[in-house]
């Protein structure tokens, strides 16, 4: 079956950290831009971060810069998004996605591309709260 599977996500005092995953079944990574997105409640789908899994170019939203961690494990299939210092805005459902075409800004800045992407994944909530 191909998809995209999310998880790491749970429950986390604001400070704390987690490590998301996105898993891969079904086709191999190595050709696709991955991004993670967050849509919190009332709120948009916005981009997060996004890499190129062929150069490992990154992008990341401002708001994250510094405390999110991108990355990639080729033998696994998998890309990894590192959460540190989390805040309660950082809380909602966050999905990873897959394109074939899309650049790594463009994936994660251009929302109307969205539609068209190759892959999504099922969402993992992430809660910051004390």
């Known amino acids: 079956q191909v998809q995209l599977v999310e998880s790491g996500g749970g429950l986390v005092q604001p400070g704390g950290s987690l490590r998301l995953s996105c898993a891969a079944s079904g086709f191999t990574l190595d050709d696709y831009s991955i991004g993670w997105f967050r849509q919190a409640p009332g709120k948009e789908r916005e981009g997060v971060s996004c890499?190129?899994?062929?150069?490992?170019?990154?992008y990341y939203e401002d708001s994250v810069k510094g405390r999110f961690t991108i990355s990639r494990d080729n033998a696994k299939n998998t890309v990894y998004l590192l959460m540190n210092n989390l805040k309660p805005e950082d809380t909602g459902v966050y999905y990873c996605?897959?394109?074939?075409?899309?650049?790594?800004?463009?994936?994660?800045?251009?929302?109307?591309?969205?539609?068209?992407?190759?892959?999504w994944g099922q969402g993992t909530q992430v809660t910051v709260s004390s």
């Open positions: 996605a897959a394109d074939l075409l899309a650049t790594v800004r463009t994936m994660c800045v251009i929302t109307s591309i969205r539609r068209r992407f190759n892959y």
């Open positions: 890499i190129s899994v062929s150069d490992g170019s990154t």
